[in-house]
């Protein structure tokens, strides 16, 4: 028999063409490297579109960047961004050191992109990142090329300081109140003016925040044009430029991947070069307002006039967060007033603090018990307590300036001290003719099992959607067994016994004075003219709304989907350990 074989047409498979992009990057700018990265976009564009089996996708050219880090280059981003969306599969760039000088975040990226299919491929050092042996090769250059960044960043430090020894500064620095004429510094008169009253002002016992306030009330601006602020004032009353005198490197880099700079706290030589400018403040005075920051530092919101201090500022410190605590005041609507100290951390919002706030008027009463006072002397106070630390809610540790430490526990009993015998008084006629949830019978309605009152609830709703408000008595929590009271019931009865056709809340407060509900079948009407009337009620039964055949089905669902095979495990062997438990403790007994 003859073999027959079918030979299926073959569709031709259309090779897709490569998204191919480009990179390229110079850090200086002069118009050698302007030239390099306009002939580096060109190169690569015509390199791209020569290929036939490369697709355009564009050149990415960050131009006078450093390439110590990725943070700052926007188009290098970009690219990685077009790279996760699928828009480029290969990237072309010259050299390893043109795509990052530093090693970590090169390999990161090269990484990242070979995760998703994108290659990188380095012309000078002929290197794919998709190779065997690429990674290796990458780590061992890219440490090179960072290396490499590290000594240039050291030569540049070198000459830095060596034309700090020689008393040249650093390039031509802006400050407030002079100008650069050539290689000198020059004053400005009309700043000059502004500088000398920042430092009279605070010379006068100003705070640099009244400062602020008086420049902005005259509109008194800085050289941009915009308004003087507290670190303005503090840079000007610190810079030591205005006597004349310059001190180099009060900053350095950290380091030159990272470019973080710190302030010279000596870990680096300084450099004190005298008489190179004319001065505007002479150099006592400049010492002196130095000398008057730091105690006012030392002293803390005390030594700042503009801000309202009292004898516990800066001096209650909390224990969780180890911030200070700050004064707050807060007002009830009945216009009852309650100061009360709490940590600044909880106010500004900034940290999640456990810290709980202090009354003042604890504070003092507690405050004169450590110190064994009949009442508070603020006097007293400062000479003889440093700090108190918050150490928790209920608990403040005092240290005296004679080295003794004191942990006082304290028990909050505002409340009870509040509420006196007028203010009871004044509350239960407030009560009476203001009822609180704005109903006229809230305070009225007496139990006469218990003596409490009842309260007004809202129950489940009735089967016909309608909302059931029922009147409870608050000594069911003490084992009361009076039943609640359907409101519809109150309003039926009141309406019968007063003779009116439409219930109105206004008549039934003016016409009640209260009910007392004798018990489940009896109440009494005390009339506000004296008069009494009994009636009788009984509790109404109405059926509970039934649940619909969707909901039932939608709460099997929902227990089937709770009740995985983990969670059946797991109960099993919780069941199993209390099984045992029981039969150990039946055997034991």
């Known amino acids: 028999m003859k073999k027959i074989e079918r030979i299926e047409p073959k569709v031709p498979q259309i090779k ?9 990057r110079v850090s200086m700018e002069t118009d050698r490297l302007n030239h390099s990265l306009s002939a580096q976009v060109s190169y690569y564009s015509q390199l791209i579109q020569k290929n036939p089996e490369w697709e355009y996708a564009g050149v990415y050219a960050d131009s006078f960047i450093s390439g110590t880090s990725t943070k700052n280059r926007t188009e290098f981003q970009r690219l990685i961004a077009d790279c996760e969306a699928g828009k480029v599969n290969i990237i072309l760039t010259k050299s390893i050191s043109r795509f990052a000088r530093n090693t970590v975040d090169l390999l990161s990226t090269v990484r990242r992109l070979k995760t998703i299919g994108v ?9 794919s990142s998709t190779s065997s042996s690429g990674e290796i090769m990458l780590s061992i250059l890219a440490s090179f090329a960072q290396e ?12 830095t300081r060596k034309r700090f020894e020689k008393g040249i500064p650093n390039g031509r620095f802006r400050i407030y109140g002079y100008r650069w004429k050539g290689d000198q510094l020059v004053v400005v008169p009309e700043e000059a003016a502004i500088v ?32 003087w602020v507290d670190s303005n004032i503090r840079g000007v009353l610190t810079n030591i430029t205005y006597t004349g005198n310059m001190l180099f490197q009060k900053e350095y880099l950290d380091s030159p991947l990272t470019k973080k700079r710190k302030k010279n706290h000596g870990e680096l030589p300084r450099y004190w070069v005298e008489n190179t400018h004319e001065a505007i403040i002479d150099k006592e005075t400049f010492d002196y307002v130095q000398q008057e920051m730091a105690r006012r530092r030392e002293l803390g919101a005390i030594a700042n006039k503009s801000i309202p201090t009292t004898c516990f500022t800066s001096k209650l410190e909390c224990g969780v967060c180890h911030r200070h605590y700050v004064h707050s005041m807060k007002y009830s609507p009945n216009g009852y007033r309650q100061e009360y100290w709490i940590c600044s951390s909880k106010k500004d919002g900034k940290t999640k603090c456990r810290s709980k706030f202090l009354p003042q008027r604890i504070l003092e009463r507690v405050c004169a018990e450590v110190l064994d006072l009949t009442e508070f002397d603020e006097d007293v106070f400062l000479q003889s307590i440093a700090k108190i ?24 009993n505002l409340k009870k001290e509040s509420w006196t015998e007028e203010r009871r008084k004044a509350k239960a006629e407030e009560m009476k003719y203001n009822p609180p949830h704005g109903h006229c019978m809230s305070g009225k309605i007496r139990c006469g099992k218990c003596g409490e009152t009842f309260a007004r609830q809202a129950a489940h709703p009735y089967k016909d959607g309608t909302q059931a408000i029922k009147w409870r008595c608050h000594g069911r929590k003490n084992g009361c067994d009076a039943n609640a009271i359907d409101e519809e019931i109150l309003k039926s009865i009141y309406m019968e016994i007063s003779g009116c056709d439409e219930f109105s809340e206004d008549r039934m407060a003016a016409d009640i004075d209260h009910i007392t ?40 669902r929902l227990n089937k989907e709770r009740w995985t095979d983990e969670r059946r495990q797991h109960m099993s062997e919780i069941m199993k350990t209390m099984r045992k438990e029981e039969s150990y403790r039946w055997q034991k007994q």
């Open 148 to 159: 490499e960044s590290v000594n240039i960043s050291n030569n540049v430090k070198w000459g």
């Open 16 to 24: 897709r063409k490569k998204k191919v992009a480009a990179y390229a």
């Open 389 to 412: 630390i918050v150490v928790r809610h209920h608990e403040l540790e005092f240290h005296f300036y004679d080295g003794r430490v004191v942990l006082k526990h304290w028990i909050s």
């Open 517 to 556: 509900v004798v018990s489940n079948s009896e109440m009494v009407f005390h009339f506000a003219d004296g008069r009494e009337i009994s009636h009788g009620w009984q509790k109404l039964v109405r059926p509970r709304p039934r649940h619909t055949e969707e909901y039932k089905a939608y709460m099997s």
């Open 196 to 227: 000398k009253r920042i430092f009279q002002n605070f010379l006068d016992g100003k705070s640099r925040l009244e400062t602020e306030r008086e420049f902005a009330a005259e509109g008194i601006t800085t050289r941009a044009g915009c308004r």
């Open 119 to 127: 290659e990188v491929r380095f012309e000078k050092e002929n290197i």
